[in-house]
C-alpha cells in the first residue's frame, strides 16, 4: 500500500474509513496515517522489505561505503531466498522462512546495532538503519508465516498506472468518476494478476452480463470466468 494523496487523506481518514471492519495483514511501507488501524488490534502491520533497502540503496548510490554494501549484501540474501519459494505453498515458504531467513534477519539486526555504535546519529546510513531497526517487528513479520510477502511491490506496480494516468489525463470530473475509475482499475489490474488479457476479458463480460444472473455474478470475476477463444 502506497501513502495517499496529500490533503485530508493525508492524516489517514481514507485508508482508516476503507478499512473500517477489515481484519487481516496490511502491508505497507510505515505510513503514519495507519497507526490508529494497526493499534486497534484486529489488524497485523507487515512492513515493506523494499522500502527499507531502498533508503539504503539510495544512500549507496551517492556514497558507496563497504557498510552500505554489505547491508544491500544482506538484504539480497533475504530476496534470493524469497526467489526459491516464489510460488510455493504456504506452509512451504513458511517452513523455509523459519529455517532459512529467520537466521538472516536476526543476523542482521545483531549486525546494524553494532554498526549504530559506530555511526554518527546524523549520518544518512544512520538514519536508513534507524528504519530498519524502529519497523523491525513489521519487516520481519513475512517470515513468520506463509501468507505475507517481503515487500509490497507486487502491489505499487499496481498501482503505478493509476499516478501515470493521473498525469496524462489529470482530472476524472467528479468524486463518482474517481470511484468508477476506481473500480476499473481494480477489475483490469486482478485480470492482469491472473494471467486474463483484459482488453479479451471486458469485451467477453460486456457480451454476456446483461443476462448473467444477478445471484451469480461472481462467476464472471477474473479468477472465475473462462474466456472462450476467439
Not at 2 to 19: F, M, V
Not at 189 to 194: A, H, M, R, Y
Request: aromatic share 6%; glycine share 8%; with cysteine.
Amino acid at each position: 500500500m502506497s501513502n495517499p494523496l496529500p490533503g485530508p487523506c493525508g492524516k489517514g481518514a481514507h485508508p482508516q474509513t476503507h478499512l473500517a471492519g477489515f481484519s487481516g495483514l496490511l502491508q505497507a511501507d510505515a505510513y503514519a496515517g495507519l497507526n490508529p488501524l494497526n493499534e486497534e488490534g484486529h489488524i497485523r502491520e507487515v512492513g515493506c522489505m523494499a522500502h527499507a533497502r531502498r533508503k539504503i540503496h539510495d544512500i549507496h548510490v551517492r556514497h558507496p561505503s563497504p557498510t552500505t554494501t554489505e547491508a544491500l549484501h544482506r538484504i539480497g540474501g533475504l530476496y534470493a531466498i524469497e526467489t526459491d519459494i516464489r510460488g510455493r505453498p504456504a506452509e512451504e515458504r513458511q517452513q523455509v522462512r523459519e529455517t532459512r531467513s529467520r537466521p538472516v534477519l536476526n543476523s542482521l539486526e545483531c549486525w546494524i546495532r553494532e554498526k549504530l555504535t559506530t555511526l554518527s546519529r546524523q549520518a544518512d546510513t544512520a538514519k536508513a538503519f534507524d528504519y530498519l531497526m524502529n519497523h523491525r517487528q513489521a519487516l520481519c513479520y513475512y517470515a513468520s508465516g506463509g501468507w505475507a510477502e517481503i515487500d509490497n511491490n507486487i502491489a505499487e506496480n499496481a498501482l503505478r498506472v493509476v499516478s501515470l494516468g493521473r498525469k496524462n489525463y489529470l482530472f476524472m470530473g467528479s468524486d463518482s468518476g474517481g470511484e468508477r475509475a476506481a473500480l476499473m482499475y481494480t477489475l483490469i489490474g486482478s485480470c492482469k494478476l491472473n494471467g486474463v488479457e483484459p482488453e479479451a476479458y471486458l469485451r467477453h463480460v460486456l457480451a454476456i452480463i446483461a443476462d448473467h444472473p444477478i445471484n451469480k455474478i461472481k462467476d464472471l470475476l477474473p479468477w472465475n470466468l473462462n474466456i472462450p477463444k476467439e
